[in-house]
Each structure stands twice: as C-alpha cells, then as structure tokens.
C-alpha cells in the first residue's frame, strides 16, 4: 500500500508511462492517462487487491493506463511496456479480451458496467468474502442506455461489492460530452438508481482516496465520480490540444518527458 504522500508522485509516473508509450507512434490515448492518473493512482496505490478484486475498464482505449497502473504494482512487466500498441504486442492500443492485467475490458462503449455487475453477482454466489469490483467508466458512456440497466440492476440486488470511478473529462470523440448530450447531472441520476454517489475533483487524489474510502465502507453499489481533464499535468502540451487524441511528434514528447521526469525528481 502507497502512503498518501506518495499518491500524487505515483499518478505522475502513470503520467510519465503514458506519454513514453504513446511517443513512438507520435499520437494515441495520452488524454485518457492524463484525465484519469490519480483515479488510477489511489485504487491501484491504496485500495485495489489484485488476489481478491476484479478490475473492469469499460472503455477501451483507457487500458493504457491500467497498463501503466498494474506496471507499477508489479502485476505487469515495466519492460512490455515499450511494445504498447506495437504490432503483435500483447499491449493493445485499445483493449481487448486478451488484454493483460485486467479481469475485462470493453468493447462498444457502455458495455462495462453490465460486465462488471456479472462479476459482482458472481462473487456474492460464490460467498466470496472481501472482493470488490471496481469499474472505470468515462462520462461520454453515459450516453448509453445499457450503462443505466446495469446501474439498476446492481441497485436491486443490493450489490454494494461494486464501485465505479467515472473519469468525468467533459471529453468523447466527436467533442466535449456538454455539447454531444446532455448528462447533468452525473451524481443525482447515480442516486436516483440507487447508488451512492460522491463527486470529487478528480486530480486531488487526497479527495479521490477519501471518496473511495467511503465508497467501500457504504453498504451500496457506489460510484466515485472524478471532474478530470485530458490536458491535466503537462504544461507544454499546446492551447487547443485535442483530449481525446494526443498528437505527440518527437519534439512534444521529449519536452513532455522532460518536464514529468523534473518534477519527478
């Protein structure tokens, strides 16, 4: 277990991972690292138990920084780090069902959650005592019908070994998710299906300790809701960069590194 103080130093390594293995291919879900790292860094560095939880990251192209996090708790080798989304590498750039370290991974976005429900199910059938489930889920999945079945499925059931962290990024492919749908408010619809909700500032990753801390200790599903953005932690990325999709040529890259490895050190 990492102590509090080194929780934020570890979300910058994630960080750190993240733009070294986008960087050979010059663009990639470099976003997706920098919005969710402290999500990543106080489950994987305080609360998650890879003998007894289950870990589902619903949306794909997060798996890069479910890479990085189980890199850094030594259930991944760092070294295949470096083949990220290479050709032939186990690495994929968008996660599949033959992804590494982690229990499931999403295909079409908003499947996730009913998976990681099916995990939760499954381990209150079994009587196992102790595991939990936890989700990452982006905002733009909500958008998806089958996000709320599931939601209210756990709900009825009474599953209060499930925990989602929702990287709330404001950010999907066609733009921000403010101007796609309207999905406010996030932690009120999680309530009203049943849920405990808590909303944090998802890059106080105090904030995002304490909320999972209550989130585990509530005797319902819950969600940790985390208000994140896809440019956080890099100073040198340009105005206007676009979240969703990194470009990184050589040059960005080697000033990205340079500035995460200065405060790193």
């Given at each position: 277990m990492i102590p509090n103080t080194d929780l934020g130093r570890l979300a910058d390594r994630l960080r750190l991972h993240g733009v070294r293995m986008v960087a050979p291919h010059g663009f990639g879900y470099l976003g997706?690292?920098?919005?969710?790292?402290?999500l990543f860094a106080a489950l994987y560095g305080r609360h998650y138990d890879p003998r007894a939880d289950k870990?589902?990251?619903?949306p794909g192209h997060y798996i890069i920084a479910a890479f990085a996090a189980a890199a850094e708790i030594g259930i991944l080798d760092r070294d295949v780090l470096a083949t990220y989304g290479h050709d032939d590498s186990v690495l994929e750039a968008i996660g599949t069902e033959k992804s590494p370290a982690v229990d499931l991974t999403g295909g079409s976005l908003g499947q996730?959650?009913?998976?990681?429900?099916?995990?939760?199910?499954?381990?209150?059938?079994?009587?196992?005592?102790?595991?939990?489930?936890?989700?990452i889920?982006?905002?733009?999945?909500?958008?998806?019908?089958?996000?709320?079945?599931?939601?209210?499925?756990?709900?009825?059931?009474?599953?209060n070994n499930i925990i989602v962290l929702l990287d709330a990024n404001d950010s999907q492919v066609d733009g921000p998710v403010s101007e796609i749908t309207t999905i406010e408010p996030i932690a009120d619809k999680w309530r009203s299906f049943g849920w405990a909700a808590f909303e944090v500032d998802g890059h106080d990753v105090d904030a995002v300790d304490a909320a999972l801390n209550a989130a585990i200790e509530i005797d319902q599903p819950a969600?940790?809701?985390?208000?994140?953005?896809?440019?956080?932690?890099?100073?040198?990325?340009?105005?206007?960069?676009?979240?969703?999709?990194?470009?990184?040529?050589?040059?960005?890259?080697?000033?990205?590194i340079a500035e995460l490895e200065a405060r790193l050190a």
């Open positions: 997706q690292v920098l919005s969710s790292a402290e870990i589902v990251v619903s996730g959650l009913s998976g990681a429900v099916g995990l939760a199910l499954s381990q209150r059938l079994r009587k196992q005592s102790g595991g939990r489930v936890f989700a889920l982006s905002d733009g999945e909500l958008e998806e019908g089958q996000v709320w079945e599931a939601a209210m499925f756990a709900a009825h059931n009474k599953l969600a940790v809701i985390g208000r994140t953005s896809t440019v956080h932690g890099l100073s040198v990325l340009p105005d206007g960069a676009d979240g969703h999709f990194i470009k990184l040529p050589q040059e960005l890259a080697e000033a990205a």
